[in-house]
Structures are given as structure tokens and as C-alpha cells.
T-cell receptor, first 110, second 115 residues
Framework: QKEVEQNSGPLSVPEGAIASLNCTYSDRGSQSFFWYRQYSGKSPELIMF????GDKEDGRFTAQLNKASQYVSLLIRDSQPSDSATYLCAVKGGSYIPTFGRGTSLIVHP | DVKVTQSSRYLVKRTGEKVFLECVQD?????MFWYRQDPGLGLRLIYFSYDVKMKEKGDIPEGYSVSREKKERFSLILESASTNQTSMYLC??????????????FGPGTRLTVT
């Protein structure tokens, strides 16, 4: 059984701080890693994907992948109240179907 | 721009009714998926399809069926709705590709209430 684990939170950070969201996965054959953001009552939207070890930056977001340790993380710099949402980690191997974590709730307070 | 649409945002049905949820994508994607999402349980895959008329069961197919007669359209059918099928239903699509990437694009979701 492929598993993707995330701390459910909530993770609470002050505005302007760095929010760090973590995800671990069980399948060593995993190739692609995705972070989705989901606002309450809305559908998930992709914010980052990564498939090579190391860091990938896009604006205020940085995804970090460590395949040896089987974890992927998302850093959000200069967190804003509008970043308050649930963040879903998804991991995909060679099949069509990603495995999703249950998500981490992030609250950015002013 | 990528687009996945679902037939209804909110739906209220009675126990025992047959319910159709429709999903349409305009990206020529091969793969389409139906999930349900419940608090604390995350996204659970009901069915997916990798080609027209092809379907595969996901993790929780009981009480559901699907139909894919055209590439762009994937329907989820609740044969006889029950109260435990009250949930948010999400459709997604993706491209088929070898190896990496190829993320899923989600529709806006249908919040179904069965009374």
C-alpha cells in the first residue's frame, strides 16, 4: 500500500513568517511530487511540482525533495493571510494515479 | 487555459434516487478520475478511466458506476443514493505520459447531499 503522510495541523504562523509543510512517502519508486492548495469549499489547485532532488523555487514557494529520506516539503516565504488553506501533497510513480496525503491545514494570522 | 467543469456545484437528492454527476474537460486528456472528499479522510479515488469506454475501480467503488462514451466526458452514477454518499465529489483529468510530471487538473466539485 502506497502511503503519503502529512501532519494534519493546523500549522499556525504569523504574517510574514516562513511556513514549512512536510510530507513523507512510502514508495521508493515515486517519480513526481506535487503540492496542491485547497481553499475551504473549493477544489485543489496545483502550486508546485518537483521530480529532482534538491530545491525548486517559484516566487514565494520553494519545494524541496529528498528521495533518499523519502520526504518532500513546501516552504512559503513571507506568508500572507491569503495563504491560509489546506495543502495537499501528492506523489506519483509510473502509473496514472497519484497518491494524496490528507493535507495540512495552514493558518496565517495577521 | 485548462478547464474541467462539473454539471452541478450543489445537489440535493433523496435516498434511493439514481444520481448522475457529469464532468467535462476541454484539454484532450486521456485520463479522468472521480474522487470523493470527506473531512479527515482526504481524497479517495472512486473510479478512473484511461481511455474512452475504459474504466478501472479505485479504492472505494462500491455503490458507484461510471461511464465514458466520449473522451471529454466522464460520468459518475450513484445507482441508489444513500445518506453515506453525502460528500464533495471531485472530477480530475490528466495527460498520459511516461515518467514524470503530468499533474491532475480538478473541476470545481459537486457537493452532494442525500437526505
Amino acid at each position: 500500500q502506497k502511503e503519503v503522510e502529512q501532519n494534519s495541523g493546523p500549522l499556525s504562523v504569523p504574517e510574514g513568517a516562513i511556513a514549512s509543510l512536510n510530507c513523507t512517502y512510502s514508495d521508493r519508486g515515486s517519480q513526481s511530487f506535487f503540492w496542491y492548495r485547497q481553499y475551504s469549499g473549493k477544489s485543489p489547485e496545483l502550486i508546485m511540482f518537483i521530480y529532482s532532488n534538491g530545491d525548486k523555487e517559484d516566487g514565494r514557494f520553494t519545494a524541496q525533495l529528498n528521495k533518499a529520506s523519502q520526504y518532500v516539503s513546501l516552504l512559503i516565504r513571507d506568508s500572507q493571510p491569503s495563504d491560509s488553506a489546506t495543502y495537499l501533497c501528492a506523489v506519483k510513480g509510473g502509473s496514472y494515479i497519484p497518491t494524496f496525503g490528507r493535507g495540512t491545514s495552514l493558518i496565517v494570522h495577521p | 487555459d485548462v478547464k474541467v467543469t462539473q454539471s452541478s456545484r450543489y445537489l440535493v437528492k433523496r435516498t434511493g434516487e439514481k444520481v448522475f454527476l457529469e464532468c467535462v474537460q476541454d484539454m484532450d486528456h486521456e485520463n479522468m478520475f472521480w474522487y470523493r472528499q470527506d473531512p479527515g479522510l482526504g481524497l479517495r479515488l472512486i473510479y478512473f478511466s484511461y481511455d474512452v469506454k475504459m474504466k478501472e475501480k479505485g479504492d472505494i467503488p462500491e455503490g458507484y458506476s461510471v461511464s465514458r462514451e466520449k473522451k471529454e466526458r466522464f460520468s459518475l452514477i450513484l445507482e441508489s443514493a444513500s445518506t453515506n454518499q453525502t460528500s464533495m465529489y471531485l472530477c480530475a483529468s490528466s495527460v498520459t505520459g511516461t515518467g514524470r510530471s503530468y499533474e491532475q487538473y480538478f473541476g470545481p466539485g459537486t457537493r452532494l447531499t442525500v437526505t
